[in-house]
Every structure is written in C-alpha cells, then in structure tokens.
C-alpha cells in the first residue's frame, strides 16, 4: 500500500518543529524534509540539532519520505536573478559544483541520521558555458562522485526531472540510470512534472520501475506548472493509483506543495482528505 506523506516545503514561513507537527496533525504518518533554509539547510546542520530532528520526528510516529536537496537558497548571500537550483551540478564555475557536492554529501548524512532511505536532487540547469554535450560529461562525472558518498552513508539519491532542466524527462533519467549502473541512483518521481511534460503516466511508472524511491504529488492546471492542492486540478488520480499498483509500487507519495505557504495547515488537512478518499 502507498504510503502517504506531506513535505515541508509548504511550511518555509515556520520552525520545521511546527511544519512535523502539523503535518502530523493533519493525519500524514510520514514527512518529507526540505534540506534548505528555514529547516535543516546542510551547512547549519550540527550532529546536535540532527539528533534534535531525528528525536521530534520519532516522537510524533513520522516516518521521513525523503530529504529534499532539490534546490540550495540557503546557499545564497546576495542571489542571483535565478538562483533555484544553482549551484548545481553541472554549473560552469568549478567551485559551485565542488559546494554543491558538499551540501549533497552532508544533507547524505543526516538523511541517514533521521532514518531516511532516499534524497532528492536535480540535475541543474545549463547555463551559458555549459552547453548540453558538455553538460553529459559533467553530470556523469559530479554524479559518480555523489553515489560514491550515497554508498558511504547507506541512503539513495533520486534524481527529480525538472521542466527546463538538463535531466527533464523521465526517459532521460532512465537512460542515465542505465548509463552509470549504480545501484543507488534512481528517481524522485514528480508526477506533476510528468504530466507538465506532456509523459504518459503509465508509461514513466513502467520505465522508472524498481528505481522509484519516492513520489512527489500534486495536482496541475493542465499543464501549466503550478502546483495544487490535489483535487483542485486535471490529475487523473484513479488512473495514478492504477498505474504505481501495476508496478507493485508500495514506497511513498509525498504531496509538494510549496506553492501554499500562505496557508499550509489547509493544504496539508485538504491534500490527506482527498488522498485518503480517492487512494483507500
């Protein structure tokens, strides 16, 4: 049975202790962790306040999805004009990417110290100096060296495709799962990315099966790229649950919200109804 959790990223106007506590208010059994600033960015992140995390999040009976390293704003003093997934791993400043492994490598352990199986990370865009044929040989090799920290700290990394970034489609992804032959790299799945990409769901679960450490969820307008509390937008939720059961899928749905940060205790509460309704 899919099991059903909320991220944290709805909750960047509050403590993380507030987000895991109503989050499990609304009903959630398990959390996704947005590793960035204001709850466990990695550089902020001593072994003290780790334990700290770790220790609240047992007490309320969570289980955590996921740790969401997808973007770094902490990272930034003064930002750039687009400074999302920057720096990234295949950034054409040399410095930026060496940062970017080590945020990935810390945000590794303490995935590992709040007893998360997987983490989330993206690709990064190409930027100007970084065209797409110079890009494979960069993210293949930035990749290497952070499946060589996953193995260290036990945890797997999902790659989240991303509209406009350099791993965008699903059959991109799997084609670099296959490329690199590692057993901990796989997909952090975003189902409202799929359909934002025009991807049959059937098909993207099939491609990416057995290599699916956790789902993102949310509703979309279409496909425009706006994400929505479930139930207030086009997912065919019924053919969803039908395509993850005929994978034999039974890992987590994690609902990303981050666009409701102006109310997240509604779309936390209204995003459990409707899932528990619609899923059993």
Excluded at 85 to 101: K, V
Excluded at 118 to 144: D, H, V, W
Excluded at 180 to 206: F, K, Q
Aim: proline share 5%.
């Amino acid at each position: 049975m899919i099991q059903l959790a909320f991220s944290t990223n709805a909750y960047t106007r509050f403590s993380l202790a507030h987000a895991l506590r109503r989050i499990r208010e609304a009903g959630f059994g398990a959390v996704e962790i947005l590793a960035d600033q204001p709850h466990a960015y990695p550089e902020r992140l001593t072994p003290g306040l780790a334990m700290e995390i770790a220790d609240e999040v047992s007490r309320l009976g969570l289980a955590v999805s996921n740790v969401n390293a997808n973007c770094s704003f902490g990272y930034w003093r003064d930002p750039p004009p687009e400074a999302f997934f920057e720096p990234s791993l295949i950034s054409p400043n040399r410095q930026h990417r060496e940062d970017r492994l080590r945020l990935i490598g810390r945000t590794l352990q303490f995935a590992r110290e709040v007893g998360a199986g997987s983490i989330s990370i993206t690709s990064g865009r190409l930027l100007g100096g970084m065209p797409p044929e110079k890009a494979a040989g960069q993210f293949e090799e930035s990749i290497r060296r952070v499946l060589d920290l996953a193995d260290r700290e036990g945890v797997n990394v999902g790659i989240e495709c991303e509209p406009g970034l350099y791993v965008e489609y699903a059959a991109e992804l799997a084609g670099w799962i296959g490329r690199i032959g590692h057993p901990r790299l796989g997909a952090n799945l975003d189902i409202g990315h799929s359909v934002v990409a025009g991807e049959s769901i059937t098909e993207v679960s099939r491609l990416l099966a057995g290599r699916i450490w956790n789902l993102h969820v949310e509703d979309i307008p279409g496909r425009k790229h706006y994400h929505l509390i479930p139930g207030d937008g086009t997912v065919d939720w019924a053919g969803l649950k039908g395509s993850l059961e005929a994978i034999g899928y039974s890992g987590f749905a994690t609902v990303e919200l981050y666009t409701c940060t102006a109310d997240p205790d509604e779309a936390a509460r209204r995003s459990f109804e409707f899932l528990s309704r619609a899923w059993g």
